[in-house]
C-alpha cells in the first residue's frame, strides 16, 4: 500500500506557528486569572512552554500523520473525529512531561500545584488543538496525490 501524501515543510512550519500565536494569544489571560501568576509572567511562561511545544508539535504530528497513512493509507486531513481527539490527548501528554519542570521552576510552584497547572493547561489546549486541527485542515487541506 502506497503512503498517502505528508504536508510539505512550508505548510507544517506555517501550521505549528499559527497554532502557537494563536494559542498564546487565547490562553494566556486565562492562565494568568486561573494561576494568580501577573499576565506579563504568564505571557513569557507560555512563550517558552509554546516554543518547546512547537518542536514536539512539528516532530509529533510528523510521526502521527506518517503512521496514520502507512496504517490506514489515509491522508491526515481525512482523520476521522475520535483519532482526531486521540491525536490531540496524545499530543498534550506528552507535552505534559516537558512543561511540567519549567511551569515549577518559572513560577515556583510545588510538584502537586505545577502538575494542576499542567493538567489544566493541557486539558485546554486539547481542545483547542481539536478545533484548531480541524479547521486548519478545511482551510488547508493536503493536495491528492498525482
Avoid: K
Wanted: proline residues 5%; contains cysteine; glycine residues 8%.
Amino acid at each position: 500500500m502506497n503512503s498517502p501524501p505528508l504536508r510539505s515543510l512550508s505548510d507544517r512550519i506555517r501550521q505549528v506557528i499559527l497554532f502557537e500565536l494563536v494559542g498564546v494569544f487565547l490562553i494566556t489571560p486565562l492562565f494568568a486569572l486561573a494561576s494568580g501568576e501577573p499576565l506579563l509572567e504568564s505571557a513569557g511562561l507560555l512563550a517558552f512552554i509554546s516554543l518547546i511545544a512547537a518542536l514536539w508539535n512539528a516532530a509529533y504530528c510528523t510521526a502521527f500523520d506518517w503512521l496514520e497513512g502507512r496504517l490506514s493509507g489515509r491522508r491526515a486531513d481525512q482523520r476521522p473525529q475520535l483519532l482526531r481527539l486521540a491525536h490531540a490527548l496524545g499530543f498534550e501528554g506528552g507535552l505534559l512531561i516537558f512543561s511540567l519542570p519549567v511551569i515549577m521552576a518559572w513560577t515556583g510552584m510545588d510538584f502537586w500545584t505545577a502538575l494542576v497547572a499542567d493538567i489544566g493547561l493541557a486539558l485546554t489546549y486539547a481542545g483547542y488543538a481539536y478545533l484548531f486541527n480541524l479547521a486548519y485542515d478545511r482551510i488547508f487541506p493536503i493536495p491528492a496525490a498525482d
